[in-house]
């Protein structure tokens, strides 16, 4: 079975820095491209930065960019994302998805992680 575990959300105080996990098993890893999603309350699921299954091709939404690292390590099976300079505005469940286009667009990711809460206070 495909999963995807994210992890490594936490509460960290506005400026701060946290760095998300994304395992992935039960699929071929490097075939995939994956990308980090969030979904603040009473918003929709937005996409924040994915990166391609070769090639280590990289996107970012305009508000990530500069602040958001996202990189990927093919032994291990997991697809990193580095925050720093966190704002109140970036608390939001965060989610990791894998697809076959490097794309922010969450209707083309067939596969899907459990959620990671990241709470920034100010």
């Known amino acids: 079975d495909v999963q995807l575990q994210a992890s490594g959300g936490g509460l960290v105080q506005a400026g701060g820095s946290l760095r998300l996990s994304c395992a992935a098993s039960?699929?071929?890893?490097?075939?995939?491209?994956i990308g980090w999603f969030r979904q603040a309350p009473g918003k929709e699921r937005e996409g924040v930065s994915c990166?391609?299954?070769?090639?280590?091709?990289?996107a970012y939404a305009d508000s990530m960019k500069g602040r958001f690292t996202i990189s990927r390590d093919s032994a291990k099976n997991t697809v990193y994302l580095q925050m720093n300079s966190l704002k109140p505005e970036d608390t939001a469940v965060y989610y990791c998805?894998?697809?076959?286009?490097?794309?922010?667009?969450?209707?083309?990711?067939?596969?899907w992680g459990q959620g990671t809460l990241v709470t920034v206070s100010s």
């Open positions: 039960g699929f071929t890893f490097d075939d995939y491209a």
């Open positions: 990166i391609s299954s070769s090639y280590g091709s990289t």
């Open positions: 998805a894998a697809g076959q286009s490097l794309t922010r667009v969450t209707t083309s990711y067939p596969y």
